[in-house]
């Protein structure tokens, strides 16, 4: 009964051959409501972006890491050298939350779905893709909002000091993790200074978490991708390039400090 249920809808347009159950057994949607989409087409970041309590940082050499195919980038990465013989590193994470309205459609509809959700064919995002992969998004050489976590760490990960502060950021760059993995290897490139840095500072953030008693979890990642032509692309990925591990390492410290902040704060917080 199911099986001629399905192909009865297939047959006048409701499903596709290929529709994915999953989503409708689970009442996850695909399409989102009229109302967002128009809440999206109208985001304007320009009041946002010009609030007296956030810092400027465009001037950082910031960059984003991501797999191939990335649309939505939602965080990014800066370093510089100071006075004091330590780095300065920024861990800038898209503040979504300061330009999606409180209450709004697309606010309502984010909290229905709480994830973008990945599938062989397509991708399931938590917000419209013109919020997801446009002003959300910390596209290169576009000024966007963001909260910053600016960590003053030693080249062997030791951290001395550390604050959040909400900003605003312009990305300098757009790097996949092969071609990061080439410009810490090769030692050339526009970034590779900075990209050498950011490794030696998570290789010594891993070590001691590692002395501190962390279990790390090193298996391959599948990767499973559905092509134009049809066919279904799957591929392991290992998670230990050096670029992976330096991404994996800061964005573990940026969790752990925003925890311990929440937890001096009082925050209600889920740990």
């Known amino acids: 009964l199911q099986q001629t249920g399905f192909e009865l809808l297939t047959a006048v347009g409701v499903f596709s051959p290929d ?53 939505d980038r939602d965080d ?7 006075a004091e013989g330590v780095y300065r590193l920024g861990i800038h994470i898209a503040d979504a939350g300061a330009i999606i ?64 502060v909400p900003s605003t ?7 996949t993790y092969d071609e990061a993995d080439a410009a810490i290897g090769t030692q050339s490139g526009p970034w590779s200074d900075i990209l050498r840095a950011l490794h030696g500072i998570a290789e010594g953030l891993k070590s001691s978490r590692e002395a501190s008693g962390a279990l790390v979890l090193d298996s391959p990642e599948m990767h499973v991708r559905l092509a134009e032509s049809g066919e279904v692309e799957v591929r392991g990925v290992t998670r230990s390039t050096p670029a992976r591990s330096t991404v994996t ?23």
């Not at 304007?44 to 984003?64: H, K, N």
């Not at 311990?260 to 009082?266: A, H, P, R």
Request: hydrophobic share 45%.
């Open 19 to 71: 529709e994915p159950l999953e989503l409708e057994r689970a009442g996850i949607p695909v399409e989102f409501p009229e109302e967002a989409m128009a809440e999206a087409a109208a985001l304007d970041l320009g009041p946002v972006l010009s609030q007296p309590r956030r810092e400027d940082l465009t001037s950082l050499p910031a960059l984003t890491i991501d797999d191939a195919g990335t649309e």
């Open 76 to 82: 990014a990465l800066s370093l510089e050298a100071t």
């Open 101 to 164: 309205p409180l209450g709004s459609a697309m606010d309502r509809e984010a909290g229905r779905r709480m994830a973008t959700l990945y599938t062989p064919e397509l991708k399931v995002p938590m917000l419209p893709p013109e919020v997801s992969s446009g002003t959300g998004s910390l596209v290169s050489g576009e000024r966007r909002v963001a909260l910053s976590l600016v960590v003053d760490v030693t080249a062997s990960g030791d951290v001395a000091e550390w604050r959040i």
């Open 169 to 175: 950021i312009r990305s300098q760059a757009v790097l």
């Open 249 to 271: 390492e800061l964005m573990i410290l940026c969790n752990s400090l925003l925890a311990k902040y929440c937890l001096e704060k009082n925050l209600p917080a889920v740990y």
